[in-house]
């Protein structure tokens, strides 16, 4: 059974950065994309970003594009998410996710019935 765990989420103020991580134990986890969701009280469930297997194709919300980073490491089993400029809107749990290779995945990244897989979640809370 695949298991996600996220951590390194935490209370920041307006502007500042912080780095999530994803620890996957997925068998052949380079198989798989990878994605980031949140969920905030206000906004229900959005997708954040996304990541192919192999790690040369990313995917971003327009609300998280040019401030956040997702990258991969296959070797160790990792996804990372890298949050800059956090706004109060940012503040949300937010979730790992993986999903078994699809060469549709540029079209369904966003839906999470795309994802077989989730983590418990990490709670982000941005201070103005």
């Known amino acids: 059974q695949a298991q996600l765990v996220e951590s390194g989420g935490g209370l920041v103020q307006v502007g500042s950065s912080l780095r999530l991580s994803c620890a996957a134990s997925v068998r052949m986890f380079s198989d798989h994309n990878m994605g980031w969701f949140r969920h905030s009280p206000g906004k229900g469930r959005e997708f954040v970003a996304g990541?192919?297997?192999?790690?040369?194709?990313?995917y971003y919300s327009d609300s998280v594009k040019g401030r956040f980073t997702i990258t991969r490491d296959n070797g160790k089993g990792m996804v990372y998410l890298q949050m800059s400029s956090l706004k109060p809107e940012d503040s949300a749990v937010y979730y790992c996710?993986?999903?078994?290779?699809?060469?549709?995945?540029?079209?369904?990244?966003?839906?999470?019935?795309?994802?077989?897989?989730w983590g418990q979640g990490t709670q982000v809370t941005v201070s103005s």
């Open positions: 990541i192919v297997g192999s790690g040369m194709h990313t």
């Open positions: 996710t993986a999903a078994y290779y699809s060469s549709n995945y540029y079209i369904t990244k966003a839906v999470p019935a795309t994802y077989s897989y």
